[in-house]
C-alpha cells in the first residue's frame, strides 16, 4: 500500500511539474520569447540575500 501512495505522488508532481514547464512555451508568440520571463514572473521572484544576524 506505501509504494502505491508513493508511486502515485510522484506521478501527480511529475505531472505537475509538467504542466507548468509548458506554460511559457504555449503562450510565446515567436521562439525568443521561451524562456523569457513576464513582469508578473519578475515580480514575484524575490530571490534576494536573507538579512543575517
Not at 12 to 34: D, G, H, M, R, Y
Amino acid at each position: 500500500m506505501n509504494l502505491k501512495s508513493f508511486i502515485l505522488t510522484v506521478v501527480c508532481v511529475f505531472a505537475v511539474t509538467i504542466s507548468f514547464a509548458q506554460a511559457n512555451i504555449l503562450n510565446a508568440k515567436s521562439p525568443e520569447e521561451i524562456g523569457v520571463k513576464t513582469d508578473a514572473q519578475i515580480l514575484m521572484d524575490n530571490d534576494k540575500p536573507l538579512e543575517y544576524g
